[in-house]
């Protein structure tokens, strides 16, 4: 037997970060593109596009930082602050699992 | 900004249990009966039936104890096993949610 485990970032009870999101800043990243970052993931732009204003809503902070227009039709990559957040989550899943997996040995 | 948390027991990379399946016991134990329990939750009979039958060949342990038949169609409660399941379960549900919320407090 063995233990399975999710988190999730939340604003007034919503959900605004996790796997899928932070999946889609580091491609994003990679990629120079949230349009490219999203079609990878089989996610609509427009999906995207309000993940990610949303969460810069929800924290107060610019994640992404975004030129409009331009031969490829814009280009995106991650602020300081996207940076920081993305880094924190990392630690934030990693001290989570060796916690519950260590919980998980001590209870069963 | 919160953390949300969620997890789960499994065997084979497959879920066995966790809060859905945890309730359906505590609601069976309750009201003397899986079918009844099962219908509280909107769940059909033969998924509870099926969901049961799985863990307790995942874990090599008897949960409920069924009677077959009867004025009632038959009535389920859990065994000695069953309870120390879910005992264990919801200690390790305690112990989780204080660590996460320890490290979510020291990280962000």
Redesign the interface.
Known sequence: ???????????DET??FGKGPKELLQRTEKMGSLRKAAMSMNMSYSKAWNLISNLEK??GLKILDKTIGGVDGGSSKLTQEGKILIE?YE??EK??EE??LK??E???
């Open positions: 037997m063995n233990i399975g485990w999710r988190i999730w970032l939340t604003k959900k605004i929800s924290l924190k630690e934030l001290k989570v916690a519950i919980i998980f001590e209870t069963f």
